[in-house]
Nanobody
Framework: QVQLVESGGGLVQPGGSLRLSCAAS????????MGWYRQAPGKQRELVAI???????NYADSVKGRFTISRDNAKNTVYLQMNSLKAEDTAVYYC??????????????WGQGTQVTVSS
């Protein structure tokens, strides 16, 4: 049983900024990876950024230099600071969690998604 609470989506003008957050809770032993994926209309879901519990990060080429992922391990929370937003960033953003369960298996879990719209 896992819960992900996402917040921070909304409407912003091109060049603006948004900060997404996602807090995880539940009966997991540990978190391996948290991050964000996104899906635009008519397109496949794609990786935006991920971060491990140790702090290693990976970004999509399209967001490098503009987005920054970070985490607060004590709060089981991941953040995505999005700067210099473009219309092409418009999508539903999904929080992603990879965790070790009490049976010691690694599992994936997804948030419900939060809409980010970049438009004039």
């Amino acid at each position: 049983q896992v819960q992900l609470v996402e917040s921070g989506g909304g409407l912003v003008q091109p060049g603006g900024s948004l900060r997404l957050s996602c807090a995880a809770s539940g009966s997991f032993v540990s978190i391996n990876v948290m991050g964000w994926y996104r899906q635009a209309p008519g397109k496949q879901r794609e990786l935006v950024a991920i971060i491990t519990s140790g702090g290693s990060t990976n970004y999509a080429d399209s967001v490098k230099g503009r987005f920054t992922i970070s985490r607060d391990n004590a709060k089981n929370t991941v953040y995505l600071q999005m700067n210099s937003l473009k219309a092409e960033d418009t999508a539903v953003y999904y929080c992603y969690l990879n965790f070790r369960s009490r049976t010691w298996r690694l599992n994936d879990y997804w948030g419900q998604g939060t809409q980010v719209t970049v438009s004039s």
